[in-house]
């Protein structure tokens, strides 16, 4: 079955202990995505990568690192968590069309990862 | 960066009456724009997109208009029904790799 994963899907910790939530993809798309959603707020994009070895911030990116070592997998790593990270955390993949300037990007989000930072 | 907002962020319709959302953005170096339905407790699905280079586009009972000259697009969904009840986001992107998205709009189909 094609789909986004991730893991975990719950997790509760403590500010500053360090943490990773792994996104894995099984569609070999290129593209791949992290988003908070925040009540009020909407999704905001954190970081994305377009290959392997190829990562760019979005438009929330303090405190969060992301790696792309295998087109498979896009891990979000938070160094040292604070309450402000508190959130819904969404991984999405695409298959990355790109037709002259006319390019979109249908992105297929993962299950969603709710992180409560105390 | 690209500044996205959305209206109305709440929207009750009756059952088999249309419903819009509408959106606006500011940088006019955007040239795709999709819509996502998120289900209360789901992830978002994308429901319809359009490309900067087409006016209108629809699937069955979803169109979406696109407004270049004044920077803004909106949803459009007919005959609406119960199923519809969900948070729809707006979004744009500049060569599908940066996106911003609105703040949602909470449907609510009332049977």
């Known amino acids: 079955e094609a789909q986004v994963t991730q893991n975990p899907r719950y997790l509760i910790t403590v500010t500053g202990k360090k943490l990773t939530v792994t996104c894995s993809q099984n569609?070999?798309?290129?593209?791949m995505s992290w988003y908070r959603q925040d009540p009020g707020l909407g999704l905001r994009q954190i970081y994305y990568?377009?290959?392997?070895?190829?990562?760019d911030k979005g438009d929330v990116p303090e405190g969060y690192k992301v790696s792309r070592k295998e087109k498979r997998n896009f891990p979000l790593i938070l160094e040292s968590p604070s309450p402000n990270q508190t959130s819904l955390y969404f991984c999405a993949s695409s298959p990355l069309q790109l037709k002259s300037v006319y390019s979109y990007n249908e992105q297929f989000f993962g299950p969603g990862t709710r992180l409560t930072v105390l | 960066g690209e500044n996205v907002e959305q209206h109305p962020s709440t929207l009750s319709v009756q059952e088999g009456d249309s419903a819009v959302i509408k959106c606006t953005y500011s940088d006019s170096a955007s040239n795709y724009f999709p819509w996502y339905k998120q289900e209360l407790g789901k992830r978002p699905q994308l429901i319809i997109d359009?490309?900067?280079?087409?006016g209108e586009k629809k699937d069955q009972r979803i169109a979406v208009t696109l407004n270049k000259t004044a920077k803004h697009f909106s949803l459009h969904i007919t005959e609406t029904q119960p199923e519809d009840s969900a948070v729809y986001f707006c979004a744009a992107s500049i060569a599908g790799n940066q996106f911003y998205f609105g703040t949602g709009t909470s449907l609510t189909v009332i049977p």
């Open positions: 990568s377009m290959n392997v070895e190829v990562t």
């Open positions: 359009i490309r900067s280079n087409v």
């Open positions: 569609m070999n798309h290129e593209y």
